[in-house]
């Protein structure tokens, strides 16, 4: 099986500039996340969408970034403009079973954004 | 709110056991744990649920204490490949599967 793929894994940028991330889930997860994990920190969520319909969003800093999830399985995170403070590595996860807490997440390996 | 680890780093032998400690100043629904080795991405390893269903690896064990708001993960008879960041991932709210994780536990296995 296939895990959660995204693309790129590293991007340094200058601050204002304006950056996308991608993600591809897990064929049949109904749940997909992206995190923002800062270096020695947890990761915390940014974004959780059931299909292609926001869950959550309490966390985003709507003012820059935002996030879409076409047809319910791909999914971009986008950050406009960048400041020095969102250099951090984003996550993407996703779940089988919508809001079910016995489910685990499964994480991609990341895109390491560093902004200058 | 961001649930509190301890202890946030340890360095063991091989062979050694470890408990890594998780509170929360809100009441729990689940205590979700994974670890995460240096530049890869969390891997899961645990579930624990309100009322005493659990969900998780074999060779990790794991406590859930509704009273206190806390779950610990025990690490018996340690090996190399252990180590990495340990992090507990807190669900406040029935089903949502919203995860507020904690700010890690390091541990470091020596031979």
């Known amino acids: 099986e296939a895990g959660v793929a995204q693309s790129p894994r590293y991007k340094i940028i200058e601050k204002r500039q304006s950056v996308a991330f991608w993600c591809n889930p897990i064929?049949?997860?109904?749940?997909l996340y992206w995190y923002q994990q800062i270096l020695g920190q947890g990761p915390k969520l940014l974004i959780q969408f059931q299909n292609n319909g926001v869950v959550d969003d309490s966390q985003l800093p709507k003012d820059r970034f935002s996030a879409e999830r076409l047809k319910g399985v791909d999914s971009t995170l986008k950050i406009q403009p960048a400041k020095l403070e969102d250099s951090a590595v984003y996550l993407c996860?996703?779940?089988?079973?919508?809001?079910?807490?016995?489910?685990?997440?499964?994480f991609g390996p990341g895109t390491r954004l560093t902004v200058l | 709110q961001q649930p509190v680890q301890s202890p946030q780093a340890v360095i063991l032998r091989e062979g050694e056991d470890a408990v890594i400690n998780c509170s929360s100043s809100?009441?729990?629904?689940?205590v979700h744990w994974y670890r995460q080795k240096h530049g890869e991405a969390p891997v899961f390893l645990m579930i624990l649920l309100k009322g005493g269903e659990q969900k998780g690896h074999e060779k990790i064990s794991a406590s859930f204490n509704e009273k206190k708001q806390q779950s610990s993960l025990y690490l018996t008879a340690s090996q190399l490949s252990y180590s990495g960041t340990y992090f507990c991932g807190t669900e406040y709210g029935l089903g949502n599967e919203k995860l507020t994780f904690g700010t890690g536990t390091r541990l470091t296995i020596i031979p």
């Open positions: 996860a996703s779940s089988l079973v919508p809001l079910s807490s016995y489910n685990e997440q499964f």
């Open positions: 809100k009441a729990l629904y689940s």
């Open positions: 064929s049949g997860h109904a749940t």
